[in-house]
């Protein structure tokens, strides 16, 4: 019966009631060994109800009966508990107790406790097949362990590949680390899972949230202070609490994450030595995470980790390869993108657009009369005037050295017109130094989708076409005068 499970919960029950049925004991409980502390602890039990008594954990070697037969690996019978000082009551009604070591290769997985209300219950007969039963059940036992070994990696494998397959699709930070968060939490089935990164100026702040209503941003500042989150990044590994109640009454300055967390684990988020932020992955009930899913935590946030990282150098990259470096707008690169994809847009959900572009009037006397170091401020002002003059949903590029393009969705020709007399306002307004008393002006151009061209090329064809009209017209008109 006890072989024919490769399930370690189904083996431990399986034991328990070949006890009970087959040798008619009062009690029977499975205690195996926790290596990390070097006690037993009661896992699997019949016949048992007291609550401080399940909780009881027993050293190897120095506590009971139990701590002894896990330290010499040999059973040990006690006909009449009351002349053993060993014993550590369990049962009030309880007269003898058999306890026998669940070996394996030599090591100890735990110990099988047997007790009866009648003193000498068990004869030498009974001892052996126990014995030998015991044996056979240390085998089942270890045989299920090394299956769930097995199973945990191919998930780890598993989980990892998923992972990676979702970082080499993400397109920008948020779709990835939403996608992860998401990815974790079905994988730690009622719980959840909450990703914080670091912000610019070095602090933690919810970047992603699933399996729950998304708490507040200010929920998780006493947890980076003093909980499992600053636990995690301070041992740089994963630091697991199983009873969140219990933590806070040893130590009134620790803080859970969420107001219903029992259970958390916070995973750090290590990339190259870098703590970029932490996972917490919370659960309602109390020992709610076992070492495996500890394991499969870490393993979660060494891959996040390093996707995330991929993401925020590959997003760098584009940015400064997308970013004029002198006035902090789009550079002529990003205008091109940026009308192809307006474009699509435009088509899809049949919206006007239009594209403005000047060309800053007499640009190289500025230079000649402030110096290269006064002509930059210039451009820099143009810049800045331009951010205070668009919405959000605008592009600001600058096109060439005086030559600047605005992207405008949703805006028609005489909107268009409307938004070059407010730069030409405000362009009048930046201060030239010494350069000129004459106020700054501007040659414009504009085109408007879709009577002005379809696809991305015949669109920016005729606004270089118009620039350049304007600035000979322009030109013309000067000289003239």
Known sequence: MVLSSMDADMVLHHM??????????????????????????????NGFEDREVLARRYKIGRDGVTGHVAATKAPI???????????VSARADVRCELALPLVVRDEVLGVLTLSSTETDYFSDEIIGLLSLFAGQAAVALDNARLY???????????????????????????????????LISDTFEGSEVSLLLRDANGNLSLRAHAGGETPGPEQFQASVRHGVVSEALDARMNARVNNCM????????????????????????????????????????????????????QAAGDVCATAIRNVQLTEELVRVANTDSLTAVYNQRYFHVAVSQEIVRAKRFGKPFSVVMFDVRRFREINQQCGFDGGDEVL???????????RAIDVICRYTADRFAIVLPETTAEQAKTFQGKLAAGLATIPLGTASSTPLEAVYASVQYPQDGVNELEFVRKLLDRMEKQKASAQGASGAS
């Open 16 to 45: 328990l009631l070949v006890a009970r049925n087959y040798f008619g004991v009062t009690a029977c409980a499975v205690m195996l060994v926790d290596p990390e502390k070097n006690e037993l602890y009661i896992h699997t039990h």
């Open 77 to 87: 019978y006690v006909p009449d508990v009351s002349k053993d000082p060993r014993y």
């Open 148 to 182: 769930s070994t097995e199973r945990r990696r191919m998930r780890q494998i598993e989980f990892v590949n998923l992972i990676a397959r979702s970082a080499t699709t993400a397109h920008d930070i948020e779709q990835l680390i939403n996608t992860l968060t998401e």
């Open 246 to 297: 219990r933590k806070q009454a040893e130590s009134p300055s620790w803080s859970r994450c969420l107001p219903t967390s029992e259970s958390e684990i916070g995973v750090p988020l290590l990339a190259l030595g870098e703590r970029l932020g932490v996972i917490v992955i919370s659960h309602k009930r109390p020992n709610a995470f076992t070492n495996e899913d500890r394991s499969i935590a």
């Open 380 to 390: 820099r002002g143009i810049a800045r005037l331009l951010r205070a003059s668009v």
